[in-house]
Every structure is written in structure tokens, then in C-alpha cells.
């Protein structure tokens, strides 16, 4: 029965526009989530016409596709967690992109859609820290919802694809990331300094989206290029 909610859910979420869609039971859900131990990730893919205009800086038409596709990531979750509940279950939506900022700014949302993503066997993490789909590597945004509906989750994560390519190391207009190989449970600091990558977007691109979105690292990954 569980199986074929999975099964209902996935193709649902297909037809809506999702480009991919995976399961997982991330071992700490529990801590943020009690009560709901399972998490669906949704992918949507980026327009690579659009990713390929990113020349050294971003362009605005890269900051309007950028929050016109976290809206439709919105839009996509909340469908799913309407399906989910008129089934029976509980559910809640972690945003596409939502700072949670107690304490302090420190850069994270309520959950790692990156980590629900991989436990789903959707793709792995680059050097950028960026999340690398499996198909379309960085061009892509993710979301993530939890629920109490049992799924089935894949048993092994894909590998790094990164080897010694450095390019996003060699492009990243702030400095911002080390260079150092992804590996799961690696703390996101030793890949990526957030502060660098927001203080340099806020100086430099003021002018496109008032230094909101950058994507140089996504542009010049080889991963998911034609």
C-alpha cells in the first residue's frame, strides 16, 4: 500500500513539473521533525540557455528565473503535502529558500535540502558545496518535504564527481571555497565560507537583484554541461 503512495506521489509530482523526485529517511529527521522520519526531495531543473548567460557576473534574468523557480518549488511542495495529507498523513515543507536566522545570520535553512537529496540517491555534493544531480549537476534547485507516510529509500549514495577538477575553486569571484573534496558528514564550512560568497554578492551585484544570486560556481561546474 505504502509502496504504491510512493509510486502515486513520484508521478504525480512529475506531471505537476517536478524534473525528479526521491525518498529518504534522513537518521536525523527526528531531531527537527518529530514524528516524521521521512523526507521527499524534489528537484527542478534550471534552463541552461539561462545558466549558460552567467559570464563573470550574474545576469538579471538569471535573478528572476532563480525566484521564479523557487516559487514554483513552493508551489510544488505544498501540492505534495496536500496529497500526502488527503491520504492520511502529516507533512512539512521546507522551503526553497528560507534563512532560518536564530542567533544570529548563519546561513542555513530549517533542514539541508542538499542532505535529504543525496540520502534520496538524487546526486552528491560538489567542491562549490553546491548540490550535483545526478543527470544535470548543479543546474538544478531543490525542496523538501517531511512526512509520517513510509517510503522506501535507497541503501547506497552516489560518489563525488568532482576528482581533481577545481574549476569552481578557480572561478569564484570571493574566494569563498576551499578546494577541499566533498564527503558525507563534512561540515559545510570546510567547503565553503557562506559569509565570503554573501558579503562579495552584496557588494558586487547590488545592481542585479540587489546582490541576492551570484551562480558563477553553477555556470562553470562541467557537471550536467551539454
Known sequence: MNDT????????????????VGF?????AGEEFPG???????VLRLSDAIVDEIQGEPTHTYFN?????NFCMDQLLLKAGIFLQKEGWRYITVAASQSINQGGWNYQGRYSHKKAAVLAGLGTVGKSSLFLH???????RLGTLFTDCPFTAPETLPASLCGECRRCVQACPAGAITGRAWEPGLP?????DPAKCSNHMKRAYQHIGRGAVCGICMQVCPQGRK
Do not use: K, N, T
Open 24 to 28: 529518504s529517511m534522513p537518521p536525523d
Open 188 to 192: 559545510r564550512e570546510l567547503l565553503f
Open 36 to 42: 516524521l522520519p521521512y523526507a521527499v526531495s524534489i
Open 65 to 69: 528565473h532563480y525566484r521564479s523557480v
Open 134 to 140: 545526478r543527470q544535470w549537476g548543479p543546474r538544478v
Open 5 to 20: 503512495i510512493q509510486e502515486r506521489l513520484q508521478a504525480y509530482l512529475l506531471e505537476q513539473g517536478a524534473s525528479d
